[in-house]
């Protein structure tokens, strides 16, 4: 740019992205995270160069749009004279997406340009503006309706400010937008209650970026510059930018997988896939199917089960339709996709079967040796359960290597995560195809290998079993959930156990107890609750009560006998330890929230070690996003390892080790017994996510 400023033959400047598709989607976020570690060289003042050689150098500058201006990108896009862009371009600031603000000179230009309380709502939602509005709110100077006429836009432009028939703009120089301090001021306040309502407690950068915005607008852009570098120093170094960086980069990766991706191995398209089962779960992979241009034929046991699954994707669809989402004629073309048959009609054609049955072993080991004579030999053969071993399924049959677990999670054509579980007998075409497939429905593969609960599941057996101990303990099951929300999921853990349903609960907790014997705790409360009624939002009662919107209020006196009768049950138990236990119960009693957080988190971060250990998951971060996509962790805190790795390993051994401490009197020490891999990782004084490759232990299984 400098070279171009100062040669003498260039009359006007014209940047332009290098690709078809993008004028530039931002900063080199790879890059970025060096800069985080302090492994990488320190950001230059990009706004410095911006300002001294794209703004107010000699020679006019046009930014030609194509595509995406995005973050750094549109801060370019924005220090020039003038953007011209193609009408399906989309312009904005989603930096906050990644716990930073705009670093570039965004907080100062854009509501010099589109106004403060425009340029506020952008950056604080992320959403970018498509071309036309761009241009109707001032980002955007000229828009073109055909790419090819570009260039010539963006030159004729470039010319006519070169020669002085066109006036050139500065944006940190305009004042038309900005108003009176004392207006300005007022709008911000506006912004910050918004940030106040919508905004997680431990999220400082939203308001932040609103300081930075305010100091510009009353106290002019020099400031506002000087503020906004100030501002994106701190933040980068915040833990919330750390989390959110490492799930977007890491929900790119998880598609990678060490011997199946770069095996040379292609993947082959599924063209048409038969599901079993048209209930909830089959009916929802249906619609992500025929959603993404996939054929499918649902398989029930008799007509009337079959129509009520024909029915509920259609009713799936026809939602979309009626908020707007679909057209009509997309509904039809869905629909046609969709044919439904009680026998193996059209099973010839499947390139995958998915089973969505109930969860019973007999039925499914039926199943699929059935499906082993109807489908053709080189057909995925694959199962939907959350529980029940891949091999046990695939038990009857001589096509165990082409047999792998599609786990979704309900309702499964909204919910992001396809937990794909691999068996050691699995071929590696069958899972780069099922990678494949989960991409092509719009979802987020994860590969996992295969064990109780396999990643998930697994992981968080212990957010329930710790809050029931608490509950049988004495503290307000209310509080438990109210703490848990607060933290960042998005409902406690017994407001989940309703919406998941008690007898689920007590089925799946039941086989965490008969195979993690020596790391469970067997409250009899979820029992309790299914004997007494209380099944959760299937019958409109379990600890919460529900109206017919499915509004929660809690249960209070109406699960009082069964919370008493739980919490006998634990008195009866350790009879023999009755003196220790009343202690823990005293201590329990007087828990700050921070304790109740540690107390149900951080078991959860313990069982996360042991998978990460045990090569379940190929890459600790793919269980962070896994845990992000399926259980609604916070993004902002990055998944249970990344928060314990930002905690440090040592401090939540140290944790853990103090609550073992406190329950080995009772016979339930084991629950929060540290395990051998993150002790490892504390003494060693390395992270979680790294301890497998810096401890030298085993590789991943798969």
Known sequence: MALLQADASVKAIIITGDGPSAFSAGFDIPQFVKTQSGSGAKLPDVNAMLTALVENGPKPTVAAIKGSALGGGCEVAMATNARVATAKSVLGLPELQLGIIPGFGGTQRLPRLVGIQKAMEMMLTSKPLKAVEAKNRGLVDVVVANDDDLLPAAKQLALAMANGTTPRTCALSKTDKIGPPMAARAMVQLGRMQVAKNTPPGMKHPSMCLDAILVGATEGPEAGIKKEAEVFAEVVQHDVSKSLVHVFLSQRLTSKIR????????????????????????????????????????KEVNQKFLEGGMQRVAANLM??????????EKYEQCMSRLKGTITYEGFDRADMVIEAALEDIGLKQKIFAELEQVCRKDCILSTNTSTIDINVVGAKTNAINR???????????????LEIIKTDSTDKQVILDTIAFGKAI?????????CTGFAVNRVFFPYTMAACLLVDLGVDPY???????AFGMPMGPLRLADLVGIEVGVHVGGQFVQNFSDRTYASELMHRMRDGDRLGEKNKKGFYNYDAKRRATPAGRDVEGILAASGAALDAKAANTAAQLRQIKQKVRSFSDKDIVDFIMLPVVNESSRVVAEGIVDKASDLDIASVLSMGFPPYRGGPIKMADLRGAASVRDRLASFAAMFTPVGLGGFFEPCDYLQSCARAGVTLADGRSALGTQMARL
């Open 403 to 417: 047999i792998i677990g599609n786990h979704f999670f309900s309702p499964a054509h909204i919910m992001k995560l």
């Open 319 to 328: 939602s979309s339709v009626k908020k707007g989402r679909m057209t009509k």
């Open 259 to 298: 011997g199946v991706t770069d095996s040379g191995l292609r993947p082959r398209p599924m063209k048409c896939v038969a599901i079993i089962g048209g209930g909830l779960m089959g009916s929802g992979i249906a619609t992500a199917c025929v959603l993404n241009g996939i054929d499918v034929v649902l």
């Open 479 to 485: 509080r438990i959930d109210k703490v848990i929300k």
């Open 442 to 450: 719009k979802k987020v593969p994860v590969v996992v290998g295969n």
